[in-house]
């Protein structure tokens, strides 16, 4: 069984390999620089991870795993254009650095280069790989235009902004794990196991994602901290402060969140205090290890040797910086 | 042997009986209102047109009609918002009745359900469909980003256009007759033959569109008139004036294609008058029929009765307005 770190060399060999340039130039640069800027390869890492567990050959996974993080990649691209964020992991983003239409156009392309990819070399479980694929896209698409409605709609409750995190961000790691298995020929119940596992962990990373927005080191997370308050988000730690808040810190809240100040760092630094006078921190953090541990769980329960089920386990530990 | 009347009503059925509208509603609706927008429907006509003249059942085919539509449609709604045009057949486009962000992302949802629509029943020469649906897919993206490279690029050659005009639009109506002959088991030879034709067609066929937008009713077209011109769009009717022009008109065409008035009627009238003077529309019309006859004589080469071709012949006049 490969080991983590022999799965992310796999995927850095891939990725250091592929040629993402091609003519126009002015089409596939956006997209090489895209790539180029790297990320943790969590999907195809995973996807691989997945195959290789139910006894599969990576090699034959190698063409899906670069589509799921063009396809990846590509949603990232045309959500920076939409949220107007000017920067991912610490560099200009693509409508910045060129130019609107050329966001548009080269993230169309990645979306065509994903599925180029995933048909580049058949298999027998190409209609279940493909659909599993086509699902997670709408689903990420349908997230994205949540997430959009959430900005003007008044009442979001925490379990619509849970169905919405689900599917922007749960269910493409949960495919990718899906599509991973079933290069490999896993059967049904393990694949739905998997699956459900990966939706777990993904709503998991999410939060600590939210959490790390609100508290991270900018340098670290290569984004500005408190954009999320800045934008109005309301991420599951505003949805759970308002819970939690006497009527006055909630009615700030509330009246900070309808606001878009020039500067917003006051309006960040008021919405922090809050979130610290009612211990937002420690109530996300319980919901990251109840969903951590019920995807770790339904990992166990996955009808394969516990041993082959340890690269998973150490990769999901990773991804939400638990030590095993 | 069906009759293009009974393919297009087939092909009117289908998209009448079609639920595009899903939830979310705000990331449905543009997709609803972009494909009831109407149109010609002649990628999915040319599909189950050439699936029927092989022999093959339209039943089978029928996904992928609807599949090859809804991406058209997808490239017109980005197209649009690149563009900034305010109108398609006649209605306010998506991102002047919505908003930006609404076109970027209902375009993306339809890119997915085109691919959602093809695999939706699944066929044994799937490999051979998809692969056929990709490469088109990325060709359109490409002839995109040529187009938008000639807006600045100071010399575009005739070759290049044509080139530039393959992938944008004649790959596509090719691509959909390749399918289509795909679902009927067709031999390879002919497959090659029929996507040969529908090159040349589609090469006729925006050639015929580009007079349009020069000459054409807005009633009728649905499109402004001279739109090209205002956009410095150098067409073939542009690059072929070009040629013929005497160092004056010359010199005329090419400083007013790197203005951009506030009031374009003037620049449009002045191009218009050089068009006629050096009889740009004879020129371009003997192009068309050259390339028509290509394709004609491309489809007449076709291993299968004669009688066979009538709807694919009959369907390539009415599509160039040639009486038979």
């Given amino acids: 069984m490969l080991t983590p770190n022999q799965i992310q060399d796999i995927v850095k060999q891939l990725f250091a390999e592929e040629q993402f340039i091609r003519e126009p130039k002015a089409l596939y640069e956006p997209v090489g620089y895209t790539l180029d800027l790297g990320g943790k390869r969590l999907r195809p890492t995973l996807l691989l991870a997945a195959c290789d567990m139910f006894g599969g050959d990576w090699r034959q996974a190698k063409y899906a795993a670069i589509g799921i993080e063009v396809f990846h990649n590509f949603t990232l691209l045309h959500d920076d254009l939409m949220d107007k964020s000017p920067l991912r992991r610490g560099k200009e983003t693509v409508y910045r650095r060129w130019n609107e239409n050329t966001a548009i156009l080269s993230g169309d392309t990645m979306f065509a280069m994903a599925y180029q990819y995933f048909i580049q070399q058949w298999h027998p479980n190409m209609e279940a790989i493909l659909k599993t694929f086509v699902q997670t896209a709408i689903g990420v ?50 694949i739905e196991k998997l699956y459900n596992a990966g939706i777990s962990i993904g709503l998991a990373f999410q939060l600590q994602d939210d959490l790390l927005d609100a508290y991270g080191d900018v340098k670290i997370f290569g984004k500005q901290t408190g954009t999320d308050i800045k934008d109005n988000k309301k991420t599951y730690l505003y949805l759970r402060a308002l819970q939690i808040a006497n009527a006055e810190q909630k009615h700030t809240l509330q009246t900070l969140f309808a606001t878009t100040p020039q500067s917003p760092d006051k309006k960040i630094q008021t919405v922090l205090d809050i979130y610290r006078q009612t211990d937002i921190h420690t109530h996300v953090e319980k919901e990251i290890d109840r969903l951590f541990e019920q995807g770790q769980h339904q990992i166990n329960e996955i009808g394969v040797d516990n041993s082959k089920k340890e690269t998973i386990l150490q990769m999901t530990n990773q991804l939400l910086g638990r030590n095993k």
């Avoid at 008044?154 to 599509?179: H, Q």
Wanted: charged share 25%; hydrophobic share 40%; aromatic share 8%.
């Fill in 141 to 190: 698409c349908d997230g994205q235009q949540y997430d959009m409605n959430f900005e003007t709609q008044a009442d979001v409750s925490i379990d619509e902004y849970m169905k919405m995190i689900e599917l922007k961000t749960a269910v493409l790691l949960a495919g990718a794990l899906k599509i991973g298995a079933l290069y490999a020929n896993a059967p049904q119940d393990d």
